[in-house]
Structure formats: C-alpha cells, structure tokens
C-alpha cells in the first residue's frame, strides 16, 4: 500500500528518490521523557510531489511503499509527532 507522509524537514525530503529506502523515525517528547521511536523500516519511496508552497514551513511530503499495518502506524505518528527519515 501507499502511504503518503510528512516529513518535519523538507531539505531531507529534496535528497530522496523513488526507488530509496528509507527508515521513518517520530521524534520523541523530551518533556515526557519519551524516545525517539522507528516507525517504518525500510520502506520504499514511491514519489516524491512537487512542494505546493514552500513558504509555509510545514515540511515536505513524501510517498511510500509499506504495508498495511505499518501504514496505520505511519498515520498514528504523524498526527501527534514529527516524523524524520534517514537514508537505508
């Protein structure tokens, strides 16, 4: 399935390919003591969409191949955290 996901920093999003692998990582709450926590791992870039307005400082959107379950993981995440990527 495809998933389509934010990612906090958009420089990162302009380095990907379709084709890459990628881990996601959310970002961990320092305040509640919580870790930074991998979400997906190796999950393939589908397509990487043109920024609508880069202006508006909300990261950027990348496509990706994961299954099903580790979709709704990925929806979870990104609605109360910041996701990140680092290249596999």
């Not at 959310?26 to 997906?40: F, L, P």
């Not at 990925?74 to 990140?84: D, F, K, M, R, W």
């Amino acid at each position: 399935m495809t998933a389509p996901v934010r990612i906090a920093d958009a420089a990162t999003v302009r380095l990907l390919r379709p084709g890459d692998r990628v881990d996601v990582i959310a970002a961990g709450d320092e305040a509640n003591g919580a870790a930074a926590q991998v979400i997906a791992r190796g999950a393939r870039v589908a397509a990487v969409p043109e920024p609508l307005d880069e202006s508006a400082g909300s990261g950027a959107l990348v496509v990706l191949r994961v299954p099903r379950s580790t979709a709704a993981r990925l929806v979870g995440a990104s609605a109360t955290a910041h996701l990140a990527v680092t290249l596999c």
